[in-house]
């Protein structure tokens, strides 16, 4: 069975499943940004997928990739900001433990 | 079987299962690590799908970038001695009933729908993407670069050591 663009979908489902999971279950904060980056990357791979196929020898698209640039920009200045929040909360409470910070649920 | 193929498969191989270290290993470190493989893995689906700007930009950006960020953040916010400590809640086999359910609908959904088999043609991309960015794409790539500053300043500011209390 040649490797078609239901394979790339496929594979980005389980990627995105995989980082659903490691969001809801971790309680470091940091391990939940991973999570994260596997999500951001799953949305990445189908749209430069969907760039790829299409109507045989037609004209190449490049849409899907120019979204896969700004995917990539986004994750790295969500990362940034995350980290920073999350090293400022370790200097106040010296843990990054996501279950305990629930000072602003009151 | 093509090598095109095969290729795809290892590159599947090398983001799914470091993946799942990523998402169930107890050591921060060994999860950080395993980020650095699915993320190759993802570059290298990049350049099996023609995408030879965006594979070179996710090693760049992802690698060089964010997963240095990330294992800058895991080891100066985790004691030593606290590398091991356990980072999986009880929620764990909820969360993976949740994560198995998401992928069997969407799986359901790609396999009910008949996708395009064949594949456009390929040729390089950093000269088109280029003239996308600067032309049709002009507003969100405006946009972003003012998003990147504000992250540049954001980041100093929620980062810095309050001086006076």
């Known amino acids: 069975m040649t490797v078609g663009l239901q394979h790339y979908l496929i594979l980005s489902a389980a990627l995105a499943a995989l980082g659903m999971i490691a969001m809801v279950s971790r309680r470091n904060a940091i391990t939940i940004l991973m999570g994260i980056e596997l999500l951001l990357n799953a949305a990445a791979i189908n749209f430069v997928a969907f760039s790829r196929y299409g109507p ?3 004209a190449p ?46 | 079987m093509t090598t095109t193929d095969a290729f795809f498969w290892v590159f599947a191989a090398m983001v799914l299962l470091p993946g799942v270290m990523v998402v169930f290993s107890r050591n921060l470190l060994y999860a950080a690590f395993s980020l650095l493989f699915t ?8 350049a ?28 100066f916010t985790q004691k030593v001695y606290d590398l091991k400590a356990e980072a999986m809640s009880f929620k764990r086999r909820r969360a993976a009933v949740l994560g198995v359910l998401v992928f069997t609908a969407l799986t359901a959904a790609i396999l009910s729908v008949d996708w395009p088999q064949s594949t456009r043609e390929m040729q390089p991309t950093s000269a088109p993407l280029g003239n996308l960015l600067l032309s049709e794409y002009l ?3 405006e946009m972003i ?6 992250v540049l300043i954001g980041a100093v500011v929620v980062g810095k050591k309050e001086v006076q209390e």
């Open chain 2, 145 to 150: 670069s003012v998003l990147l500053l504000v």
């Open chain 2, 139 to 141: 507003l969100p790539f």
């Open chain 2, 39 to 46: 993320l190759a893995g993802v570059a290298g689906l990049y």
């Open chain 1, 56 to 58: 045989s020898g037609g």
């Open chain 1, 61 to 106: 698209q490049f849409g899907g990739q120019v979204f896969g640039i700004f995917v990539i920009v986004l994750a790295a200045a969500e990362a940034a900001i995350a980290l920073a929040i999350i090293i400022a909360i370790y200097h106040h409470r010296s843990s990054i433990n996501a279950d305990e910070l629930q000072s602003m649920q009151r």
């Open chain 2, 48 to 75: 099996l799908l023609g995408a030879d700007f965006l594979a070179v930009t996710q090693v760049l950006v992802y690698i060089g970038g964010i997963l240095v960020l990330i294992l800058f953040g895991v080891m």
